[in-house]
C-alpha cells in the first residue's frame, strides 16, 4: 500500500494536470503546496518514481512529471474508496434512542381508517394501533436534522364526524428487517429528541423491549 505522504504527493501532481501529460513542477513548488521542505519534496518525487507512479523527466530548474497507469490507479482506488464512505453517508441514517411510554394518542390515530389507508399506500403495510417511542442519544440528535431535510411523505389530513384530523408526514425506515416508517404529526407535544415509529405489528412485543431499552432505527435515503 502506498504511504500516506506519498498518497499526498501524488494527489498534488495529478490536481496541477499530471493525468493528463507531462507537468512541470520543482520541488520548492511541490514543498509549499504540502507544506513540506523542498528536500522532503525531492524524496517524495523520487520514492514515487520509484515505486513506478511517476515518470520523470529532470530539467536544469526543475523537472517534468506525469502519472504512470499505476499512479491513476492509486488514485482511483482512494477516489472509490471515499465514493464508497459518501454514498453510504448520503444512502442511509442511523438512530439510536431508548424506548419511552407515550401519551396513548398514537394508538387512535393509527386505528382511523383514512390514515391507516395513506399508510398502507405510502409504506407497504397498514400500521398497528400503536406507536414505538423512542428518545434519541445526544449522538443521534445531528442526524436527527439531517433526516428532517429528506423527502418525506406527506399523510393528508381529513375531517369526519365533523372533526377535523390535521396533516402528518413519514418516512420508510426499519428496526432489524423489520419495515417501519416515522412519523411526524402536524402538531406534536413531543420534544425533538423523540422520534413515533409505527410498523405492520406491535414492535415492543416483537422486540421484546421495554422502556429504557436500547433500539436502532435506520433511515435508507
Given at each position: 500500500m502506498i504511504?500516506?505522504?506519498?498518497?499526498?504527493c501524488l494527489k498534488t501532481i495529478a490536481l496541477r494536470g499530471g493525468c493528463k501529460g507531462p507537468i512541470f513542477v520543482s520541488s520548492q513548488s511541490i514543498g509549499e503546496i504540502l507544506a513540506i521542505s523542498p528536500q522532503t519534496a525531492s524524496r517524495r518525487l523520487k520514492g514515487l518514481e520509484t515505486q513506478g507512479f511517476i515518470n520523470r523527466t529532470i530539467a536544469a530548474d526543475g523537472q517534468h512529471v506525469t502519472l504512470t497507469g499505476t499512479g491513476e490507479e492509486e488514485l482511483r482506488k482512494e477516489?472509490?474508496?471515499?465514493?464508497?464512505?459518501?454514498?453510504e453517508h448520503n444512502k442511509g441514517f442511523v438512530l439510536n434512542g431508548t424506548v419511552v411510554s407515550g401519551i396513548g394518542e398514537g394508538k387512535y390515530y393509527?386505528?382511523?381508517?383514512?390514515?391507516?389507508?395513506?399508510?398502507?399506500t405510502h409504506l407497504g403495510f397498514e400500521?398497528?394501533?400503536?406507536?414505538?417511542?423512542?428518545r434519541l442519544s445526544s449522538s443521534s440528535l445531528p442526524v436527527r436534522k439531517k433526516i428532517d431535510a429528506?423527502?418525506?411523505i406527506r399523510i393528508k389530513g381529513f375531517?369526519?364526524?365533523?372533526?377535523?384530523?390535521?396533516?402528518?408526514?413519514?418516512?420508510?425506515?426499519?428496526i432489524?428487517?423489520?419495515?417501519?416508517g416515522i412519523v411526524m404529526p402536524g402538531r406534536t407535544h413531543y420534544p425533538t429528541d423523540i422520534i413515533e415509529v409505527i410498523a405492520p405489528i406491535a414492535l415492543r412485543r416483537k422486540l421484546g423491549v421495554e422502556d429504557t431499552d436500547t433500539v436502532t432505527v435506520e433511515v435508507d435515503q
Open positions: 504511504p500516506a505522504e506519498d498518497l499526498q477516489y472509490q474508496e471515499y465514493i464508497r464512505i459518501f454514498s393509527m386505528s382511523l381508517e383514512a390514515y391507516k389507508q395513506q399508510f398502507n400500521p398497528y394501533p400503536g406507536t414505538l417511542n423512542i429528506l423527502n418525506w375531517s369526519t364526524d365533523g372533526r377535523t384530523f390535521g396533516d402528518a408526514k413519514c418516512l420508510p425506515c426499519r432489524g428487517n423489520i419495515s417501519c
